[in-house]
């Protein structure tokens, strides 16, 4: 950063842009400490807003006024860009331009004069009851998983102790052989490839169904019972499940923790995935992550959303979505179950009520529905 900016001055318009992103990227990560693709989001928001200011022929942040905010904002909305594009980025245009009022590089904010486009607010697709039954089932009779709790191996079994704490029977013991192809696929970090040769894979491929099945059921298992993130999933350790009370332990939002409970199924799924698949699945650099990649290493987003697309297109009739649509399934479910909503917003993670309601309507809407159907006077 140049010594201008430290000394609260505007930094010289040759390298301003410069410096300035990189102050406005370290206030990100370090003081509010925003998720990574928090942060991504807003620097490239911002870098398209100072472009727009050097377009119009000005290098100094003395030019940004509320003009060449509205420009910016406009020459989106020409482009197509939707709502709530618009809504993120005059969002942050008023976290950027607060940003640089404090360290003293403009003599105004001129984002408190920005007005927000609301973006839409549509209702989320859930599955049904029954079919939220349906995808859990069919995967459940898919991979022929035992009707009662695995029980975790004794120590007259003598089992070994794998990288990250997970029992591993003493019948299968986890490789450190990196050039062992134990998922028979193409590998590209720890994202499955499926782009490798059917005479490749075929012989290979009957050994790793078995773990692959048993991650798969327990994401989704874990995914339908707690509705948490995606990211959340990805992110849990094998020590963040109690097994003794149910529970798991998540990182949410803002670094926050929350405790969530979870059932029965997801409990039988997640110990089968702990002693039948993790083992075959681990290698030297594992460390603690509860779901594994084809690697090894961590299970990343791309994966998970793959599993619940692909699951979900078994379904006759079920509509496509993605792991965050399980979220919005459990919690309409739980609603209509009889679950008040500031239970639902604690299991959730939502920092505000407000953002929990929009399931209520949700209930509501299907409420509406089936009594359009079934009411002789509807």
């Known amino acids: ?5 430290r000394s609260g001055a505007l930094p010289s318009p040759s390298g301003a842009f410069e410096s300035v992103l ?8 370090v003081e509010r400490d925003l998720s990574p693709h928090t942060v991504r989001a807003y ?18 942040l003395d030019a940004l006024d509320i003009t060449v905010l509205r420009e910016w904002l406009g020459g989106q909305h020409q482009a197509g860009r939707s709502r709530a ?73 003598s089992p070994a102790t794998a990288p990250g704490g997970a029992l591993v029977p ?3 013991e986890p490789t450190a052989d990196e050039s062992v192809p134990v998922l028979g696929v193409r590998r590209t970090g720890d994202r499955e490839d499926r782009g490798t040769p059917q005479a490749e894979r075929t012989g290979a491929r009957r050994a790793v169904d ?29 020590d963040d499940v109690d097994r003794d009370r149910n529970t798991v332990r998540v990182l949410g939002k803002g670094r926050k923790e929350r405790v969530v409970p979870f059932g029965l199924p997801a409990l039988r799924a997640l110990d089968a995935w702990c002693v039948r698949g993790r083992p075959l699945l681990l290698r030297e650099g594992s460390g603690p992550a509860l779901f594994l990649g084809a ?26 979505m993605g792991p965050h ?30 953002t929990t309601q929009i399931y209520t309507h949700v209930s509501i809407e299907r409420l509406r529905k089936v009594y359009r159907q079934a009411h002789p006077r509807a």
């Open 210 to 238: 078995g773990p692959k099945e048993l991650r798969d059921i327990a994401m989704l298992e874990l995914l339908y019972a707690t509705g948490m993130r995606v990211g959340e999933l990805c992110g849990l350790d094998v």
């Open 85 to 157: 594009t618009l809504a993120r980025r005059s969002a942050c245009a008023r976290v950027f331009t607060a940003f640089c009022h404090r360290r003293g590089w403009t003599a105004t904010d001129p984002g408190l004069l920005l007005g927000t486009a609301k973006p839409p607010r549509h209702l989320p697709v859930v599955l049904d009851q029954d079919e939220a039954r349906a995808l859990l089932d069919r995967s459940d009779a898919a991979r022929g998983r035992l009707s009662s709790p695995i029980e975790t191996p004794s120590a007259a079994s």
């Open 1 to 5: 950063m140049a010594d201008g900016a």
């Open 22 to 29: 990189a102050e406005f990227e370290r206030h990100l990560r």
């Open 170 to 172: 003493a019948s299968v």
């Open 295 to 320: 690697r090894g290493g961590r299970i990343d987003q791309g994966t998970v959303r793959r599993v619940v697309h692909a699951r979900l297109a078994e379904l006759e009739d079920a509509p496509d």
């Open 43 to 60: 620097v490239g928001d911002v870098t398209a807003l100072l472009g727009h200011l050097h377009a119009t022929g000005h290098d100094s």
């Open 325 to 354: 649509g399980l979220r919005h399934t459990a919690a309409t479910h739980l609603l209509e179950g009889g679950a008040d909503l500031r239970t639902v917003q604690e299991m959730l993670g939502h920092a505000s009520l407000a």
